[in-house]
């Protein structure tokens, strides 16, 4: 009895219910069948694995005690290179082969991977709070990629290009990177380490850890991880936008948060963040279901609520 009910007093355990009693005001207010159809499905479970993918490496800097606002636009930036390098290579041939969706992929890791360095050398070299630092890479990222093309999208025609992301093939990257960063975090010194920096970073400086390379490890990762993801967006729309990503690090940190990760570092599973991405997705995908009119604009208020109820209930778990 007593292993049953540390197993129903988890925190995931929560979330579940929490999804399970989603889908069912979704039913029990009359729109169950068009929830349930196979359009739906598909467009929730992408919409789901397109979060997931740079939600988790969101999770990875906020369990280590830090921040990332410029998720967003990296994913824009990312979209962009990426179209230009495959039609670069590719050019237009529709039935291009798959060095030129190596050539994407690459395109977006290799801008993520760059601006997680960045981040990690004006956080560890310059001092800079991790807030101000990622602060300024959003505008300044999101500008670059509309000067690129002087706000122009950059259209793809490639078939194999636009399958990444077509039906549920985005759930491939999002298993990926959740296993990834499930093996960082639970199965690896390195992931050990992130947790205690979170937790308090002067006892882990003091222990022994590299601090400075356990904070260009998270920052990597998460930046990684968001070049990726725009290559998936790209994918999704057919074409490189730089208004693509607008909002979304706002998305990942409150997946992060009300999978149950602390702002103050530390805390935090990848199973919640997993959750927490899925229950977020399903809200909003209930939305648009259960409001006839205006539901993009219910999305803002909605999220917001979701969240401020999840760290409200956090803290009463940590209280108690």
């Known amino acids: 009895m007593s292993g049953l009910r540390r197993v129903f007093r988890a925190r995931e355990w929560t979330l579940v219910l929490a999804v399970v009693a989603v889908v069912l005001a979704i039913t029990v207010l009359g729109r169950g069948q068009q929830f349930a159809s196979e359009n739906n499905r598909t467009q929730l479970l992408r919409q789901i694995a397109l979060l997931g993918t740079f939600a988790v490496g969101e999770a990875v800097v906020i369990i280590a005690g830090g921040i990332d606002l410029s998720v967003g636009s990296v994913i824009a930036l990312g979209a962009m290179l990426s179209a230009l390098a495959i039609n670069r290579v590719a050019g237009a041939q529709p039935d291009a082969g798959l060095a030129g969706v190596l050539v994407a992929l690459g395109a977006g ?14 956080v560890t070299k310059l001092r800079l709070p991790p807030f101000i630092a990622t602060l300024s890479t959003l505008a ?8 690129i093309t002087n706000s122009a999208p950059v259209p793809v025609q490639i078939e ?56 260009t490890l ?9 070049g990726i993801a725009g290559v998936l967006y790209a994918s999704r729309s057919g074409q490189g936008d730089c208004r693509l990503g607008v909002g979304y690090e706002l998305r990942a940190i409150a997946a992060c ?5 602390s702002l103050s570092g530390g ?16 809200v909003l995908n209930g ?15 909605v999220t ?17």
């Open 287 to 301: 939305i648009g279901l259960v409001i006839s009119r205006n539901a993009t604009m219910w999305e803002g208020l």
């Open 257 to 261: 948060v009300v999978g149950g990760c």
């Open 140 to 147: 300044g990222l999101r500008s670059v990629s509309q000067l």
């Open 218 to 226: 998270a920052y990597g990762v998460c930046g990684v991880l968001a």
């Open 304 to 320: 917001g609520v979701v969240v401020v109820l999840a760290v409200t209930l956090n803290a009463l778990r940590r209280e108690r």
């Open 160 to 215: 194999r290009f636009k399958w990444l992301a077509d039906g549920t093939h985005a759930m491939y990257f999002f298993v990926a990177a959740a296993i990834a960063v499930g093996l960082l975090l639970g199965c690896t010194r390195a992931g050990r380490g992130l947790r205690a920096m979170g937790g308090n970073e002067d006892a882990a400086r003091l222990s022994g850890l590299n601090t400075a390379r356990l904070k």
């Open 267 to 282: 805390t935090g599973s990848l199973s919640g963040v997993v959750l927490g991405v899925v229950l977020m997705e399903t």
């Open 109 to 122: 890791a290799l801008l993520g991977l760059l601006t997680g360095l960045f981040h990690s050398l004006l």
